[in-house]
């Protein structure tokens, strides 16, 4: 499972030129999954995100987490994560998990993050084409892969 993190002042989701949904300050978390992620995977990027201090102290420092500050988030469903590109030109999607699988998944993500923030986490459609809109606030991004725990 992978995570693109990203600190922003607000994004939203537009689908088929209706806004789905919008925050403000928080994180906008596009999520890959593939065929071989479980619940482990889901505890713990879910603990990893919520802790992470991404967001600024009344110092200047990058020293809260979005629990700490309150902050929103936006769960996309993202397959091209997994892309691998070793080969030719064209990506392969080939670890990316099929819906029967990624849907479940993806739904558990999002339960667990509201858990853990305490509120709604706003989402994307899943498979849906989506026109996503962000401001990166620092800018902040950050790759989390839960196979590769660095």
Sequence with gaps: MRILLQRVSRASVTIE????????QGLLLLLGI?????DEDIDWLVRKVLSLRVFED?????????????????VVSQFTLH????KGTRPSFERAARPDFAIPMYE?????MEAGLDKPVETGEFGAMMDVE???DGPVTIWIDSKNRE
Excluded at 108 to 112: D, G, S, T
Aim: with cysteine.
């Design 58 to 74: 009344d110092e200047g420092k990058m020293n809260r987490s979005i629990v700490e500050m309150e902050g929103q988030a936006l």
């Design 108 to 112: 558990k993500f999002v339960a667990a």
């Design 83 to 86: 892309a691998r590109v070793k």
């Design 134 to 136: 962000l401001i990166n």
């Design 17 to 24: 030129t209706v806004k789905k949904c919008e925050i403000a």
């Design 34 to 38: 593939e065929g071989e992620d479980s």
